[in-house]
T-cell receptor
Protein backbone atom coordinates (compact mmCIF):
# COMPACT_ATOMS: atom_id res chain seq x y z
CA UNK A 1 0.00 0.00 0.00
CA UNK A 2 0.87 3.67 -0.10
CA UNK A 3 2.88 5.25 2.68
CA UNK A 4 3.93 8.69 3.85
CA UNK A 5 6.95 9.99 5.76
CA UNK A 6 6.61 13.32 7.46
CA UNK A 7 9.10 15.52 9.25
CA UNK A 8 8.08 15.05 12.86
CA UNK A 9 9.46 18.13 14.53
CA UNK A 10 8.39 19.76 16.76
CA UNK A 11 8.97 23.00 14.93
CA UNK A 12 9.26 26.27 16.82
CA UNK A 13 9.33 29.56 14.93
CA UNK A 14 9.01 33.26 15.56
CA UNK A 15 6.13 35.15 14.03
CA UNK A 16 6.70 36.10 10.36
CA UNK A 17 9.29 33.36 9.86
CA UNK A 18 9.23 31.03 6.84
CA UNK A 19 7.82 27.55 7.38
CA UNK A 20 8.59 24.30 5.61
CA UNK A 21 7.29 20.92 6.75
CA UNK A 22 8.59 18.04 4.67
CA UNK A 23 6.40 15.22 3.40
CA UNK A 24 7.47 12.42 1.07
CA UNK A 25 5.34 9.52 -0.08
CA UNK A 26 5.45 6.14 -1.75
CA UNK A 27 2.46 5.36 -3.92
CA UNK A 28 1.10 3.36 -6.80
CA UNK A 29 -0.01 5.70 -9.53
CA UNK A 30 -0.72 9.34 -8.81
CA UNK A 31 -3.13 9.63 -5.90
CA UNK A 32 -4.52 12.82 -4.45
CA UNK A 33 -2.39 14.31 -1.67
CA UNK A 34 -3.65 16.15 1.40
CA UNK A 35 -2.48 18.36 4.24
CA UNK A 36 -4.65 18.42 7.35
CA UNK A 37 -4.36 20.78 10.31
CA UNK A 38 -5.43 20.13 13.90
CA UNK A 39 -5.79 23.14 16.18
CA UNK A 40 -5.59 22.56 19.94
CA UNK A 41 -8.60 20.68 21.25
CA UNK A 42 -10.17 20.23 17.83
CA UNK A 43 -10.52 17.60 15.12
CA UNK A 44 -8.54 17.50 11.91
CA UNK A 45 -9.61 19.76 9.10
CA UNK A 46 -8.48 19.76 5.50
CA UNK A 47 -5.96 22.54 4.89
CA UNK A 48 -5.22 21.95 1.20
CA UNK A 49 -5.05 19.25 -1.41
CA UNK A 50 -3.62 18.48 -4.84
CA UNK A 51 -5.15 15.98 -7.20
CA UNK A 52 -2.50 15.56 -9.88
CA UNK A 53 1.20 15.98 -10.51
CA UNK A 54 2.49 19.59 -10.55
CA UNK A 55 -0.73 20.85 -8.97
CA UNK A 56 -0.29 23.44 -6.24
CA UNK A 57 -2.74 23.37 -3.39
CA UNK A 58 -3.14 26.57 -1.38
CA UNK A 59 -5.19 27.89 1.50
CA UNK A 60 -4.74 30.48 4.29
CA UNK A 61 -1.31 31.41 2.93
CA UNK A 62 -0.09 27.80 2.97
CA UNK A 63 1.05 26.10 -0.23
CA UNK A 64 2.16 22.63 -1.28
CA UNK A 65 3.15 21.40 -4.73
CA UNK A 66 2.64 17.82 -5.91
CA UNK A 67 6.12 16.77 -7.10
CA UNK A 68 6.08 13.36 -8.74
CA UNK A 69 9.82 13.49 -9.58
CA UNK A 70 10.77 13.70 -5.92
CA UNK A 71 7.55 12.09 -4.57
CA UNK A 72 7.14 15.03 -2.23
CA UNK A 73 4.38 17.35 -1.04
CA UNK A 74 6.14 19.79 1.25
CA UNK A 75 4.04 22.37 3.11
CA UNK A 76 5.24 25.98 3.05
CA UNK A 77 4.16 29.35 4.34
CA UNK A 78 6.03 32.55 3.81
CA UNK A 79 5.14 34.29 7.07
CA UNK A 80 3.67 32.33 9.95
CA UNK A 81 1.41 33.76 12.63
CA UNK A 82 0.81 32.76 16.24
CA UNK A 83 -2.60 31.50 15.13
CA UNK A 84 -0.89 28.90 12.88
CA UNK A 85 0.26 26.99 15.96
CA UNK A 86 -1.21 23.53 15.43
CA UNK A 87 -0.38 19.97 14.39
CA UNK A 88 -0.02 19.37 10.66
CA UNK A 89 -0.59 15.99 8.98
CA UNK A 90 0.30 14.88 5.47
CA UNK A 91 -1.99 12.17 4.04
CA UNK A 92 -2.82 10.15 0.93
CA UNK A 93 -5.11 7.20 0.07
CA UNK A 94 -3.89 3.86 1.42
CA UNK A 95 -3.89 2.34 -2.04
CA UNK A 96 -4.97 3.00 -5.57
CA UNK A 97 -8.48 2.88 -6.90
CA UNK A 98 -11.80 1.95 -5.38
CA UNK A 99 -10.44 -0.65 -2.96
CA UNK A 100 -9.22 2.05 -0.59
CA UNK A 101 -12.83 2.84 0.43
CA UNK A 102 -11.70 6.37 1.14
CA UNK A 103 -9.17 5.26 3.74
CA UNK A 104 -6.17 7.51 4.15
CA UNK A 105 -2.73 6.93 5.54
CA UNK A 106 -1.48 9.80 7.69
CA UNK A 107 1.97 10.98 8.64
CA UNK A 108 2.81 11.10 12.34
CA UNK A 109 2.08 14.82 12.51
CA UNK A 110 4.31 17.84 13.02
CA UNK A 111 3.71 20.13 15.98
CA UNK A 112 4.21 23.77 15.03
CA UNK A 113 4.56 26.43 17.70
CA UNK A 114 4.81 30.06 16.67
CA UNK A 115 5.99 32.63 19.23
CA UNK A 116 5.18 36.36 19.05
CA UNK B 1 -24.75 22.22 7.81
CA UNK B 2 -23.26 20.63 10.93
CA UNK B 3 -20.84 18.28 9.12
CA UNK B 4 -19.64 15.55 11.49
CA UNK B 5 -20.71 15.65 15.11
CA UNK B 6 -19.65 13.44 18.02
CA UNK B 7 -21.17 12.84 21.42
CA UNK B 8 -20.10 12.98 24.15
CA UNK B 9 -17.16 15.40 24.11
CA UNK B 10 -15.63 14.07 27.31
CA UNK B 11 -16.12 10.93 29.36
CA UNK B 12 -14.47 9.25 32.33
CA UNK B 13 -15.02 5.52 32.79
CA UNK B 14 -13.91 3.03 35.38
CA UNK B 15 -12.18 -0.14 34.21
CA UNK B 16 -14.75 -2.69 33.09
CA UNK B 17 -17.53 -0.20 32.35
CA UNK B 18 -19.08 0.04 28.93
CA UNK B 19 -20.06 2.98 26.77
CA UNK B 20 -21.05 3.96 23.25
CA UNK B 21 -19.71 6.89 21.27
CA UNK B 22 -22.05 8.35 18.68
CA UNK B 23 -21.00 9.87 15.39
CA UNK B 24 -23.42 11.58 13.02
CA UNK B 25 -22.85 13.15 9.60
CA UNK B 26 -25.26 15.16 7.47
CA UNK B 27 -23.31 15.08 4.19
CA UNK B 28 -24.84 11.83 2.90
CA UNK B 29 -21.38 10.23 2.86
CA UNK B 30 -21.11 6.53 2.20
CA UNK B 31 -17.90 5.93 4.12
CA UNK B 32 -17.34 6.47 7.83
CA UNK B 33 -14.37 5.82 10.12
CA UNK B 34 -13.36 5.68 13.74
CA UNK B 35 -9.81 6.63 14.76
CA UNK B 36 -7.97 6.93 18.01
CA UNK B 37 -5.23 9.47 18.55
CA UNK B 38 -2.52 8.94 21.13
CA UNK B 39 0.60 11.02 21.81
CA UNK B 40 3.42 9.99 19.48
CA UNK B 41 1.21 7.46 17.66
CA UNK B 42 -0.57 9.65 15.17
CA UNK B 43 -4.00 8.51 14.01
CA UNK B 44 -4.87 4.83 14.03
CA UNK B 45 -7.93 3.41 12.31
CA UNK B 46 -10.13 1.31 14.58
CA UNK B 47 -13.06 0.33 12.35
CA UNK B 48 -14.69 1.66 9.25
CA UNK B 49 -17.89 1.30 7.26
CA UNK B 50 -18.49 1.49 3.53
CA UNK B 51 -22.25 1.71 3.78
CA UNK B 52 -25.33 1.21 5.90
CA UNK B 53 -25.29 -2.18 7.57
CA UNK B 54 -21.61 -2.89 6.82
CA UNK B 55 -18.53 -2.59 9.02
CA UNK B 56 -14.91 -3.70 8.74
CA UNK B 57 -11.85 -3.86 10.97
CA UNK B 58 -9.10 -1.33 10.78
CA UNK B 59 -5.62 -1.28 12.23
CA UNK B 60 -6.49 -1.56 15.96
CA UNK B 61 -9.98 -3.14 16.32
CA UNK B 62 -9.50 -5.21 19.49
CA UNK B 63 -11.72 -4.18 22.38
CA UNK B 64 -14.10 -2.19 20.19
CA UNK B 65 -17.30 -2.91 18.30
CA UNK B 66 -19.17 -0.77 15.81
CA UNK B 67 -22.54 -0.56 14.15
CA UNK B 68 -23.96 1.38 11.23
CA UNK B 69 -27.71 0.88 11.30
CA UNK B 70 -28.39 4.18 9.56
CA UNK B 71 -26.30 5.79 6.84
CA UNK B 72 -25.78 8.97 8.83
CA UNK B 73 -24.74 7.34 12.12
CA UNK B 74 -21.71 5.28 13.12
CA UNK B 75 -21.49 4.00 16.69
CA UNK B 76 -18.34 2.88 18.50
CA UNK B 77 -18.78 0.65 21.53
CA UNK B 78 -16.44 -0.31 24.33
CA UNK B 79 -17.85 -3.38 26.08
CA UNK B 80 -15.34 -3.52 28.94
CA UNK B 81 -13.16 -0.44 29.10
CA UNK B 82 -9.45 -0.75 29.91
CA UNK B 83 -6.92 1.96 30.83
CA UNK B 84 -5.18 1.29 27.49
CA UNK B 85 -8.27 2.69 25.80
CA UNK B 86 -7.68 6.13 27.29
CA UNK B 87 -7.40 8.24 24.17
CA UNK B 88 -9.02 10.86 21.98
CA UNK B 89 -11.47 9.31 19.52
CA UNK B 90 -12.28 10.87 16.18
CA UNK B 91 -14.97 10.00 13.72
CA UNK B 92 -14.65 10.90 10.05
CA UNK B 93 -16.63 10.49 6.86
CA UNK B 94 -15.93 10.68 3.14
CA UNK B 95 -17.75 10.45 -0.13
CA UNK B 96 -17.45 7.48 -2.46
CA UNK B 97 -17.03 9.92 -5.31
CA UNK B 98 -13.35 10.08 -6.21
CA UNK B 99 -11.45 13.34 -6.24
CA UNK B 100 -9.21 13.82 -9.24
CA UNK B 101 -7.01 10.80 -9.92
CA UNK B 102 -8.05 9.04 -6.76
CA UNK B 103 -8.98 9.66 -3.18
CA UNK B 104 -11.55 11.80 -1.45
CA UNK B 105 -10.79 13.90 1.57
CA UNK B 106 -12.17 12.91 4.93
CA UNK B 107 -14.21 15.20 7.16
CA UNK B 108 -13.57 14.91 10.88
CA UNK B 109 -15.64 15.42 13.98
CA UNK B 110 -14.39 17.40 17.00
CA UNK B 111 -13.38 14.31 18.97
CA UNK B 112 -14.26 12.58 22.24
CA UNK B 113 -11.72 12.60 25.02
CA UNK B 114 -12.04 9.35 26.99
CA UNK B 115 -10.26 8.55 30.22
CA UNK B 116 -10.42 5.07 31.73
CA UNK B 117 -9.30 4.83 35.35
Amino acid sequence: GNSVTQMEGPVTLSEEAFLTINCTYTATGYPSLFWYVQYPGEGLQLLLKATKADDKGSNKGFEATYRKETTSFHLEKGSVQVSDSAVYFCALPINAGGTSYGKLTFGQGTILTVHP
Amino acid sequence: NAGVTQTPKFRVLKTGQSMTLLCAQDMNHEYMYWYRQDPGMGLRLIHYSVGEGTTAKGEVPDGYNVSRLKKQNFLLGLESAAPSQTSVYFCASSSRRQTGTGGSEQYFGPGTRLTVT
